[in-house]
């Protein structure tokens, strides 16, 4: 229940991402199980997307896109995360999020596997909803577009790996 009221939280804070968490844990249970993840660790997997972007919970609504504040979301979700005994195991994963397999990412410029693969899943699946998904300040691409796009990304952006396992299990149909 506490994971659904912070789901219903973030939902209502950032509006133009009403259901995203949903679909990020969606997409990343298809590379999980495709890389045969064990059921405990696709559990982790599935509530990390869930709460992956927390953080934005102690952002205010208007400062959720200046780059200044959005770059501190995962680092935010980490700590409200990580003294939860029933979250603490994820909380690594919420603050990876949003490294970069060529290290440019943050909040910490991790790379490669440093990064937990937890939260390369995490990154793919983001992305791909991200680029899929109609939001208030952008249009989607299309299914084939998309995946271009992290396929262009792969090995730069995300783990080319994942970017492949993605690739070869997600379906247009996945979208619906």
């Given amino acids: 229940h506490i994971t659904d009221i912070l789901l219903e939280a973030i939902d209502v804070q950032i509006p133009e991402k009403l ?47 200046q780059k200044e504040y959005f770059k501190k979301h995962p680092a935010i979700g980490y700590e409200m995360i990580r003294p939860i005994n029933f979250y603490e195991d994820i909380a690594p994963f919420i603050l990876c999020h ?16 440093e990064i937990p693969i937890e939260s390369r899943i995490i ?11 109609e939001t ?9 577009s998309a995946i271009q796009e992290l396929q262009r990304n792969a090995g730069s952006q995300f783990d080319f790996w994942i970017v492949d396992v993605f690739v070869n299990n997600i379906t247009p149909e996945h979208l619906q």
Avoid at 19 to 48: D, P, Q, T
Avoid at 98 to 113: A, L, M, N, S, T
Avoid at 136 to 144: E, N, R
């Fill in 98 to 113: 949003h490294e970069r397999y060529d290290g440019f990412g943050y909040p910490e410029g991790r790379k490669g596997e």
């Fill in 123 to 133: 990154a793919v699946a983001e992305a791909f909803d991200a680029m899929v998904s």
């Fill in 19 to 65: 259901g995203h968490s949903k679909r990020v844990a969606k997409y990343s249970n298809i590379i999980g199980r495709a890389i045969n993840m064990s059921e405990e660790k696709l559990k982790r997997l599935y509530f990390a997307c869930l709460l992956h972007d927390v953080g934005f919970l102690r952002i205010k609504a208007d400062e959720n896109y």
């Fill in 136 to 144: 208030s300040y952008k249009v989607p691409l299309d299914f084939d």
